[in-house]
């Protein structure tokens, strides 16, 4: 027995690789430790048929070795975390669905974009995020929740699963306890929650419960400190017993399959280290342990779990639980049905899938306060706040793609506006701010395109020295933005910054042209 649980430790585990197509890193993984998911980014990523015959190929190449199904995962949860990006519909941001106002638009949009993700090979959906965005400082989350409480979230986070569900893919809640009250990005460092239990349990749970009761199929865990929970403040939720087994398995009565979240992050490789995380978070409950980068922290984990299952410090009925529900979960209709999978997805970006996603896009467009629009006989000044750093969150598409950059210049060209542009950073250094407030200078009509300015000192600076008589404002991320500039001509907030979200602000900003 011990002999057949070392075999099928690597079942257990979800990983990254860098390539267009299967390389002797994920080949290596598969084959010789095999792995039981991989998880794709950008950088697998060029058109749908190439990440359909990846896909297809790295199924044929674990069927050699293997009768289990490889799970085939990607954070496509829309708006800025697309992933997957050319040539599928363009899904609007979580947040911007209860602007639009439409849960039934909420459900259908998602079970649009499980299917498409479904007829490209990818059969696990890491989404929807159910975290409450009820902190406005949060870097991590924002767009990314469906709402600032917690009814909102449970109204269209379960649209949006019951959409995913009814696609046919494997549905990912995340980030269990709840990622929305932090200010810090977990990516790079270990945020905490400070609340009692009535409270989380009111608020942050509550989305979650949600999700169990309609029978989500994985969850995944927070590296957030829970103190009303597990009283360690080193220990994240990802490494905590008290929280994935005594709250998640026991008080609340789940399940279904428990995935953590990148162990590679700040929060865990900086903390307890990638492998030993690998180990902690197995014994807290976890099923399916994810590193999505470097093949020398996924050999290393790997090992670390062997050895931990070879000296009983991992107990052999904690490995034989989790195996179950890895397999439980590849009884998904998207896992088993790979061999029978068209090699050229033939559904996507139907007349009917654009037309609803951009419906809502331009239904969720919010304009704040007193609005003028452009005028077509001015020239305008246009600055352009835009993500050059890459994250797991922010992947801008800056690859080998060649997509659309987030700016308005061409659409408000093409609307007939004489239009140059100033494009800065996000992390807008001295220089940066210094040069744009120089290119404003003397304009009369100046668009300054924010990208999460509340957190970014020198983006405030900068609407700061903008004349509010010839500025209009508009939000690439969060819509709080929108507030630092109050007396301008014009604010307008689509919760993001990807050509179609922008479509609809440019529209209203020429209103008038």
Not at 134 to 157: F, K, Q, S
Not at 158 to 170: D, N, S, T
Not at 314 to 322: G, L
Not at 403 to 415: C, D, K, T, V
Request: hydrophobic content about 50%; glycine content about 8%; proline content about 5%.
């Amino acid at each position: 027995m011990q002999a057949t649980m070392q075999h099928n430790i690597g079942q257990l585990f979800m990983v990254g690789f860098d390539a267009l197509e299967p390389n002797e890193h994920i080949i290596g993984l598969i084959r010789e430790r095999r792995i039981g998911g991989v998880i794709l980014f950008r950088r697998n990523v060029h058109t749908p048929a190439q990440v359909s015959r990846l896909c297809q190929r790295l199924q044929e190449i674990n069927a050699e070795v293997s009768d289990q199904p490889l799970l085939i995962a990607l954070d496509q949860e829309g708006g800025m975390v697309m992933r997957i990006e050319q040539g599928v519909t363009p899904i609007p941001a979580a947040m911007a669905f209860q602007a639009a106002g439409s849960v039934d638009d909420c459900r259908q949009v998602n079970f649009i974009n499980g299917d498409e993700m479904r007829q490209i090979g990818i059969n696990m959906l890491l989404a929807p995020v159910l975290d409450v965005n009820n902190n406005r400082l949060n870097p991590i989350i924002g767009v990314r929740a469906y709402g600032e409480d917690a009814d909102t979230v449970v109204r269209y986070g379960m649209a949006a699963l019951r959409g995913q569900q009814e696609a046919g893919v494997i549905v990912t809640a995340k980030h269990f306890p709840g990622h929305g009250d932090t200010a810090v990005d977990s990516h790079y460092s270990m945020a905490l929650v400070p609340h009692d239990l009535e409270r989380l349990r009111a608020v942050e749970l509550a989305p979650f419960r949600a999700a169990i009761a309609a029978g989500v199929d994985a969850i995944m865990t927070a590296h957030v400190a829970f103190p009303a929970i597990e009283p360690d403040p080193a220990v994240p939720a990802t490494l905590s017993r008290a929280v994935l087994t005594g709250l998640l398995r026991e008080e609340m009565a789940y399940q279904g399959a428990i995935i953590s979240d990148c162990l590679e992050m700040g929060a865990i490789a900086d903390g307890v280290g990638v492998a030993p995380g690998a180990v902690a978070t197995l014994q807290a409950g976890c099923d399916i342990v994810l590193i999505s980068h470097r093949e020398e922290q996924q050999r290393a984990a790997l090992a670390a779990v062997s050895a931990a299952v070879a000296q009983g410090t991992i107990a052999a009925q904690r490995i034989e639980e989790a195996l179950a529900r890895v397999r439980r979960l590849k009884q998904a209709r998207a896992v088993g049905g790979w061999r029978e999978r068209a090699a050229i997805p033939g559904g996507l970006m139907t007349a009917g899938s654009m037309a609803l996603a951009k419906k809502v896009q331009k239904a969720a467009l919010l304009v704040q306060g007193a609005f003028r629009p452009l005028d077509p006989a001015l020239p305008v000044r246009l600055i352009t706040v835009e993500v050059r750093s890459r994250s797991e969150v922010d992947e801008v598409a800056n690859g080998r793609n060649n997509e659309a950059r987030s700016s308005m210049l061409p659409a408000l060209r093409q609307a007939g506006l004489d239009v140059t542009e100033y494009a800065m950073s996000a992390e807008a250094s001295d220089a940066e701010v210094a040069a744009a407030i120089a290119f404003a200078d003397g304009a009369q009509q100046i668009v300054v395109q924010t990208y999460n300015a509340m957190l970014v000192e020198n983006q405030r600076r900068l609407l700061a020295a903008m004349p509010v008589d010839k500025l209009w404002v508009v939000a690439g991320r969060l819509p709080y933005d929108l507030d630092l500039a109050p007396q301008a001509q014009g604010r307008l907030a689509a919760f993001g910054c990807r050509p179609a979200a922008l479509e609809p602000v440019v529209e209203r900003l020429t209103q008038a042209a």
